[in-house]
């Protein structure tokens, strides 16, 4: 369907809508159905007492990847990100995204599931005023 205008973004949305080369590019990209099953065929690693706890540790490990080089940034970089640490955050995320689509395929929930169900669970939120909080149960 036509793209929707996000709040404060209007003339992103509108500029991404008459880019007929950038629309055509976005619109070739991979979905969550596919590269979940693609990373899957990739997918070599010992079971460890259930087949969910290795890939489940190497999120939690690529996620301190992500967050130490964004550290960094901060502490060595005046909180510039170049080109460079830009591109070695994309890596990073990549496997955090990896791992994140192993986790959900052990469990056999669907990363497209994952999406809709934390869209749907955050826009909710903030129809009722509580984006922001804690717990999970806002």
């Not at 991404?16 to 690693?45: C, D, H, I």
């Not at 080089?69 to 909180?79: C, E, M």
């Amino acid at each position: 369907g036509p793209l929707r205008e996000l709040p404060g973004q209007k003339s992103a949305a509108r500029r991404v809508w008459l880019n007929k080369p950038l629309f055509s590019s976005l619109v070739n990209q991979m979905n969550f159905s596919e590269y979940q099953t693609k990373s899957r065929a990739t997918a070599q690693y010992p079971t460890i007492g259930h087949p969910v706890v290795y890939p489940t540790l190497g999120l939690a490990n690529e996620a301190g990847e992500v967050a130490g080089k964004i550290k960094k940034v901060f502490r060595d970089k005046a909180g510039e990100i170049s080109v460079e640490t830009r591109e070695a955050l994309k890596a990073e995320l990549g496997d955090v995204l990896w791992y994140l689509s192993q986790v959900c395929t052990e469990l056999e929930i669907s990363l497209d599931d994952v999406a809709e169900s934390n869209i749907a669970k955050l826009l909710d939120r903030q129809a009722r005023g509580k984006i922001r909080g804690d717990g999970d149960n806002r």
